[in-house]
């Protein structure tokens, strides 16, 4: 059974940053995209951040690039995402997904239809 198990989420005042951690088993790490959404009240989920199997391509979202990086330790089956310059609007839920097996191992999905296991979540708030 796959697990995806998010932590690092806290509360932050504007300007300051946070790292994300999604430690997962249950699946064999390195054959999978993976990727962070995340959710705020009364909005619909937005893609944050994927990278691709190998690592060494990535996707960000308009709002975040720039600003936050995602990586990934194969050898720890865990996938970060390093957040800079935080705003009070990157409030939300943030969300470590796993996508669904056979993509390309330079392909970084971007769509939640490409993500198949999802972890609980871990809030983050940033402060005006």
């Known amino acids: 059974q796959v697990q995806l198990v998010e932590s690092g989420g806290g509360l932050v005042q504007a300007g300051g940053s946070l790292r994300l951690s999604c430690a997962t088993s249950?699946?064999?790490?390195?054959?999978?995209?993976m990727g962070w959404f995340r959710q705020a009240p009364g909005k619909e989920r937005e893609v944050v951040a994927a990278?691709?199997?190998?690592?060494?391509?990535?996707y960000y979202g308009h709002s975040v690039k720039g600003r936050f990086t995602i990586s990934r330790d194969n050898t720890k089956n865990t996938v970060y995402l390093q957040m800079n310059s935080l705003k009070p609007e990157d409030t939300a839920v943030y969300l470590c997904?796993?996508?669904?097996?056979?993509?390309?191992?330079?392909?970084?999905?971007?769509?939640?239809?490409?993500?198949?296991?999802w972890g609980q979540g871990t809030q983050v708030t940033v402060s005006s």
């Open positions: 997904a796993k996508s669904m097996s056979g993509y390309s191992s330079w392909y970084a999905p971007q769509q939640s239809y490409e993500f198949d296991s």
């Open positions: 249950g699946h064999t790490f390195s054959s999978d995209a």
């Open positions: 990278i691709s199997r190998s690592g060494g391509n990535t």
